[in-house]
T-cell receptor, first 108, second 114 residues
Framework: AQSVSQHNHHVILSEAASLELGCNYS??????LFWYVQYPGQHLQLLLK??????LVKGIKGFEAEFIKSKFSFNLRKPSVQWSDTAEYFCAVNQFYFGTGTSLTVIP | EAQVTQNPRYLITVTGKKLTVTCSQN?????MSWYRQDPGLGLRQIYY???????DKGDVPEGYKVSRKEKRNFPLILESPSPNQTSLYFC?????????????FGPGTRLTVL
């Protein structure tokens, strides 16, 4: 069965701290991986995606994610977070399968 | 502006009173879907549609109906709402529903069933 796990449910960081959000998946076929972000009061929007090629992908607002096939992981990273990064982050596989989300709070 | 719109944004209703949440997209996308978002459960797909007159069940279809009579519209119907359908609902669309397609989401509809 397909599943997407996000083990960090709620993360609190101070501004300028580094961020890494975990995403692990279980899927039997080819995977296309996405990270979506939902800012407070707004709809979900695409942060970045990986289909093939370089396993390190860069997205908007300084975010990046690395696909590690051997670990079935697609972790999201940002070297230095800002208060405006406070949001809920969702990992997804093949467009349809979403993780439970990670709520990030950045303290000024 | 390319967008997915939903109405209403907020709705409070009572058990058993039929309701419809509308969804419309202006991007000529073939694929549309409905999700519900619940704390600790993330987004779960309710129904999806690959094209006009083609709909199929997602992971949590019980208690919901959909229709796709026009390409741009994909309403979600709750014939007899119950309190366990209190949730945040999102409509989404993508070009063709391929695994590589990015989904575009509406602003959400917060539904409370008393």
């Amino acid at each position: 069965a397909q599943s997407v796990s996000q083990h960090n449910h709620h993360v609190i960081l101070s501004e300028a701290a580094s961020l890494e959000l975990g995403c692990n998946y279980s899927y039997g076929g080819t995977v296309n991986l996405f990270w979506y972000v939902q800012y407070p009061g707004q709809h979900l929007q695409l942060l970045l995606k990986y289909f093939s090629g370089d396993p390190l992908v860069k997205g908007i607002k300084g975010f990046e994610a690395e696909f590690i096939k051997s670990k079935f992981s697609f972790n999201l990273r940002k070297p230095s977070v800002q208060w405006s990064d406070t949001a809920e982050y969702f990992c997804a596989v093949n467009q349809f399968y979403f993780g439970t989300g990670t709520s990030l709070t950045v303290i000024p | 502006e390319a967008q997915v719109t939903q109405n209403p944004r907020y709705l409070i209703t009572v058990t058993g009173k039929k309701l419809t949440v509308t969804c419309s997209q202006n991007m000529n996308h073939e694929y549309m879907s409905w999700y519900r978002q619940d704390p600790g459960l993330g987004l779960r797909q309710i129904y999806y549609s690959m094209n006009v007159e083609v709909t199929d069940k997602g992971d949590v279809p019980e208690g919901y109906k959909v229709s796709r009579k026009e390409k741009r519209n994909f309403p979600l119907i709750l014939e007899s709402p119950s309190p366990n359908q209190t949730s945040l609902y999102f409509c989404a669309s993508s070009l063709q529903g391929a695994f590589t397609d990015t989904q575009y989401f509406g602003p959400g509809t917060r539904l409370t069933v008393l």
